[in-house]
């Protein structure tokens, strides 16, 4: 096989049908194969081997020479496609397996990793989303009422004072991304909100306030 074959990583997606289609013509070469050697074994069964002049040296009059060659060069050609085809199919069922396996790691660890994100404690919030505009930045965002903030860009728990904290990141941000984190019916939601001028009034078109903890 070629070393093109042999650099291609574990990690490259390879389907079951591929593996499949390999098979299919690996069938087809032995199909082929078999064919040439009924061809030979009706000339006398000569097979792969036999000698194709008689005792005198001459070509045989008994069978077709022509045939009998043509079919055993036919048949070592299809043996080489066979070995090839077989070494191809051997390499697609380990990078299947490994592409699977690789697959299962990760999902696994992914499971863990949202598990463990569930089990610790929420974050204390800061704020509380009390109305949210249809057609607005943060209704595009997809924050809805009831939403308590626990990121808003820079600020966070930690760092919180006043709206007015908000209100000077919204101001530096307009038309930047901005990450905002929010618990949602017990669990954590992350979503990016955008302010920018609208129909409405303001960049963000919701009302936000302090919650008291």
């Not at 096989?1 to 390879?14: Q, V, Y």
């Not at 070509?59 to 070494?87: F, S, T, W």
């Not at 989303?129 to 626990?150: N, W």
């Not at 600020?155 to 919204?170: G, H, K, M």
Request: with cysteine; hydrophobic share 35%; aromatic share 6%.
């Amino acid at each position: 096989m070629s070393e093109g074959n042999n650099s291609t990583t574990t990690s490259s997606a390879i389907t079951i049908e591929d593996v499949q289609n390999l098979v299919k013509k690996k069938d087809e070469i032995e199909e082929q194969i078999k064919a040439y050697y009924d061809v030979l074994e009706d000339q006398k069964g000569v097979g792969m081997t036999g000698p194709l002049v008689d005792a005198e040296g001459f070509p045989r009059g008994d069978i077709d020479v022509y045939q009998v060659r043509n079919a055993r060069h036919n048949v070592a050609c299809l043996q080489n496609d066979h070995k090839e085809i077989m070494q191809q199919t051997e390499e697609a069922l380990y990078r299947l397996h490994a592409y699977e396996r690789e697959k299962r790691e990760k999902d696994k660890t992914q499971a863990k990793a949202e598990a463990l994100e569930q089990d610790l404690p929420l974050p204390h919030p800061f704020a509380k989303v009390d109305a949210v505009t249809p057609g607005s930045p943060a209704s595009i965002s997809g924050l809805q009422v009831g939403d308590e903030i626990f990121e808003f860009g820079t600020v966070n728990s930690l760092n919180f004072q006043n709206l007015q904290n908000i209100a000077s990141v919204v101001q530096h941000s307009e038309g930047k991304p901005l990450s905002i984190a929010v618990i949602r019916s017990g669990k954590k939601v992350h979503l990016g909100l955008t302010p920018q001028r609208w129909s409405g009034r303001g960049l963000l078109g919701c009302n936000i306030l302090p919650l008291q903890r």
